[in-house]
């Protein structure tokens, strides 16, 4: 029989000589919930943005990838008023930048460095060709807990975003959400380009 506790416990110990200490680890699941909460509720929110009715129907969100989604999130629309469109364009660009370091997480490469575990998403190692360009994704923390309250605003900017769609009156929710939104961006932007913000004399 497995002893699947007594498993698990050594590669979370190998983790941790690596690293990824307990608290960095309950801060990447964290982000993982909070993140999947996002895109969840933005696949609604399209919906409700459009004007879909996916009731017994294939949605048109069941053919596109996220980040089609991310880009209609930001589109203008005569539904809104011009400060509520502004706090739905930046949060747009927020979940670009978000989602690249996100990804890199899930699908990268961990790098070993000493005290700051740093994943590697396409790498061009040995000359390889790709598609993609290649970014990084550094985790501690603080920078994982930068990541989930990023996550987290997203996820009310959605909720707000739907909301609104059913009642254009509660779009002062969206509103309010301005600075908190623009904070995001700031945070999100470190996060996506916190290799060449390191590189820079100002950082």
């Known amino acids: 029989m497995i002893k699947t ?7 979370l110990t190998q983790l941790d000589g690596w ?3 307990p608290p960095v680890l309950q801060r990447l699941g964290a982000f993982a919930v909070v993140w999947g909460l996002f895109e969840t509720n933005l696949e609604r929110t ?7 009715n996916v009731h ?14 991310i880009e209609e999130l930001g589109k203008p ?8 469109l502004a706090v739905l364009a930046e949060a747009s660009h927020v979940a670009k930048d978000l989602m690249e370091y996100r990804h890199a997480i899930a699908h990268g490469t961990l790098l070993l460095i000493p005290g700051a575990p740093t994943f590697l998403r396409n790498p061009r190692w040995n000359r ?3 598609a993609r360009p290649s970014h990084s994704a550094h985790v501690d923390e603080n920078l994982l807990d930068m990541a989930i309250v990023i996550s987290w605003t997203l996820v009310r900017v959605v909720g707000a975003a739907q909301t609104a769609c059913n009642n254009p ?18 945070m999100a932007n470190e996060l996506r380009h916190l290799d ?8």
């Open 77 to 84: 629309r005569p539904l809104f008023a011009t400060e509520a």
């Open 5 to 11: 506790p007594a498993l698990s416990a050594r590669v």
């Open 196 to 203: 060449e913000l390191m590189n820079s004399e100002k950082y």
């Open 19 to 21: 690293g990824l200490t």
């Open 46 to 52: 399209v919906w409700a943005l459009t004007g879909e």
């Open 128 to 130: 390889v060709q790709r």
């Open 169 to 186: 009156a509660e779009a002062s929710a969206l509103i309010e959400m301005k600075s908190e939104v623009r904070e995001a961006r700031s």
């Open 56 to 69: 017994g129907e294939r949605p048109s969100t069941d053919r596109t990838p996220l980040p089609e989604w």
